[in-house]
């Protein structure tokens, strides 16, 4: 059966962050037991889940989000803590200070 993909709108991260939560993820992988974990180079801050959406909606949502954050100027946020979600907790996070 054929998995069709999941779609989100996020942020990339700094180098220095993904240092840092690969580090995290390090430091709890013997206790946060998951299938598999993110490879650092796609960790990122979700904004928001999309789910399955067609083509044409996932271009109408880039042209609107690209509308709407083309005079955000950059800013910084700070990581703290770690923790997790979901059913079986199959989800894990860091938050936001």
Known sequence: MAQHPHYFIGLTVSEDARKELHTMEQRHSQTLLFKKWVHPQDYH???????????S??????QEVREYVKDIPPFSLALKGVGTFGKKDELEYSGRV
């Open 45 to 55: 801050i979700t904004l928001a889940f999309l789910g399955g959406s067609s083509d």
């Open 57 to 62: 909606q996932i271009e109408k949502v880039k």
